[in-house]
């Protein structure tokens, strides 16, 4: 079964940087679909950047480019998200996931229908 694990949260102030790790239990496919979503109280939950493990493709929501950057470690079944300039509006709960199905274009538009496992979340808090 795939666990995922989601760690490097916390608080910062506006400008301010963190680096989010998901590390999976395993992969259930050569090209797995990982992304990472967020969700904000009283919001629907968004998908914010995504990569393709076998290609290594990425893909961003226009509100991150340029500030968050997705990697990967396939020796340690592992994604990180940096995020830099970090604002209050990337305040919320931060979700690793993995695709429900083999990885192809459909990861770019971060739909959380799309993916069939989750982890716990962690927060991540930005203040002004």
């Known amino acids: 079964q795939v666990q995922l694990v989601e760690s490097g949260g916390g608080s910062v102030q506006a400008g301010g940087s963190l680096r989010l790790s998901c590390a999976a239990s395993v992969y259930p496919y050569s090209h797995n679909c990982m992304a990472w979503f967020r969700q904000a109280p009283g919001k629907e939950r968004e998908g914010v950047a995504g990569?393709?493990?076998?290609?290594?493709?990425?893909y961003y929501a226009d509100s991150v480019k340029g500030r968050f950057t997705i990697s990967q470690d396939n020796a340690k079944n592992t994604v990180y998200m940096e995020m830099n300039s970090l604002k209050p509006e990337d305040a919320a709960m931060y979700y690793c996931?993995?695709?429900?199905?083999?990885?192809?274009?459909?990861?770019?538009?971060?739909?959380?229908?799309?993916?069939?496992?989750w982890g716990p979340g962690t927060q991540v808090t930005v203040s002004s």
């Open positions: 996931a993995v695709g429900r199905l083999y990885c192809g274009s459909w990861l770019l538009n971060l739909r959380p229908v799309d993916f069939g496992y």
């Open positions: 990569i393709d493990t076998g290609r290594g493709s990425t």
